[in-house]
């Protein structure tokens, strides 16, 4: 008997398990955020989520792939969800209303307008960002549900625990529930309360992609991509300075991304990167809303990171680059929003633009309150100018201390290819 998996039969089904894998990385955020619109409710969407895919994995290679395989999902996940629903309201008068209200509509389109303001995972994020939810919980929520992130992932970028980001989650979504929270746009009046939330949990989800927190890869490319494309429906819906200005920094930092790594996956410094890699129509497309961010004369931190990442996108070569105009830049952004990750992006530019004994000053000075000791990259930052100034004892007590603390791959190679040749 020939091998299953060699017939025509055998290679169908393999392809439609292929295709159900693809659809599921591609599209299982946009049907849940569809689900969670149809059905009201987010467990029960994400109930309906595994349901629609199970099924998908049994009916695909039987009977083909349909035209539409999002609408699919998502009315097969709409369909078993108000089944299970009914079924469980005859036992539990509580879900009597939810039962009556994921029904109501059940011959309405299921396929949302991606293009307009009324996409459905921008209802989500809405949503998730709530004002009557905590701040945190409001960042943890978007993260988990819109994204798809883990809870591990979005602890790692809270330096916090697991089971304290799901508790946070689990309790934001019952303040939707029990508070009605609606899931639409905001009214047109309301918008510019709810961005500002919005705007920092599309730039911790690019963060995310654009540098991955742990794992073997140095980037993700969904999230990134994911984070611009909620950018670019921000702008259309608000087209606000910070909006600009967010999808800016992320266009000129994404445009970099073919040129930041080897073949191999191994890590490029900028300095040492091949700058024709780099991606031009993101690059005018950055520098295009800089410069319309600019001119409203309301300049916030996106836009002064933005324009950091546009001095570095203008620079031909390393030694094109303004350092002293980044230097501004980063002294404007400290006075904006103090941090000390930003006080270290900035010591590292003041080390670019006055010798790297200045840089290991400033970094010295913030390790010394207790500030940022446990974050690898400022260790690395410290080594790198450490090894410019000769001093390879510094800077290999540096990397090592980088290498304990780093936990993407890529990263510690880098780390680890350091230690070995200064030794």
Request: charged share 25%; with cysteine; glycine share 6%.
């Amino acid at each position: 008997m020939g091998d299953e998996s060699t017939s025509p039969i055998g290679a169908a089904v393999a392809s439609a398990r292929q295709t159900v894998d693809a659809v599921y990385r591609a599209e299982s955020r946009r049907v849940f955020a569809t689900l969670v619109r149809v059905l009201g409710d987010f467990d029960l969407a994400e109930e309906a989520l595994h349901d629609a895919f199970a099924a998908a994995v049994e009916q695909w290679p039987r009977e083909g792939v349909p035209a539409n395989p999002r609408a699919w999902l998502v009315s097969a996940g709409r369909f078993r969800a108000i089944d299970a629903v009914r079924r469980r309201a005859r036992h539990d008068a509580s879900l009597a209303r939810l039962a009556e209200e994921a029904g109501r509509n059940e011959q309405e389109t299921i396929e949302p307008d991606e293009q307009g303001v009324e996409d459905d995972r921008l209802r989500l994020i809405f949503t998730c960002c709530h004002p009557a939810l905590a701040a945190d919980a409001r960042i943890a929520l978007t993260l988990r549900e819109v994204c798809g992130l883990t809870t591990e992932e979005i602890a790692r970028a809270y330096l916090t625990s697991p089971p304290t980001i799901a508790q946070r989650i689990v309790r934001a979504k019952a303040k939707i529930r029990d508070a009605k929270i609606p899931y639409q746009v905001p009214a047109l009046p309301d918008l510019p309360d709810r961005l500002e939330t919005v705007l920092h949990v599309v730039y911790l989800v690019f963060n995310e992609g654009y540098s991955a927190s742990s794992g073997a890869s140095l980037t993700r490319a969904d999230l990134s991509a994911e984070a611009i494309r909620l950018g670019q429906l921000l702008l259309e819906l608000l087209p606000e300075p910070e909006v600009m200005g967010l999808l800016a920094l992320m266009l000129l930092q994404e445009s970099r991304r073919l040129a930041r790594a080897t073949a191999e996956g191994e890590l490029i410094l900028l300095e040492d990167q091949d700058r024709s890699l780099w991606n031009r129509q993101q690059i005018d497309a950055g520098l295009a809303l800089v410069e319309r961010a600019w001119a409203s004369g309301r300049v916030g931190p996106y836009t002064l990171q933005a324009s950091i990442a546009a001095e570095h996108a203008r620079a031909a070569q390393p030694g094109a680059t303004d350092w002293s105009r980044i230097v501004s830049f980063y002294t404007l952004l400290l006075q904006t929003t103090p941090s000390p990750v930003i006080e270290l992006n900035r010591a590292v530019a003041v080390a670019m633009r006055d010798g790297p004994a200045a840089g290991v000053a400033l970094i010295d000075a913030i390790l010394a309150r207790g500030e940022l000791s446990d974050y690898h990259l400022a260790h690395s930052a410290r080594g790198a100018l450490c090894r410019r100034m000769g001093n390879l004892a510094e800077a290999r007590a540096s990397w090592r201390r980088a290498l304990e603390l780093a936990r993407q791959e890529p990263e510690r190679r880098f780390l680890e290819a350091r230690l070995t040749e200064t030794a």
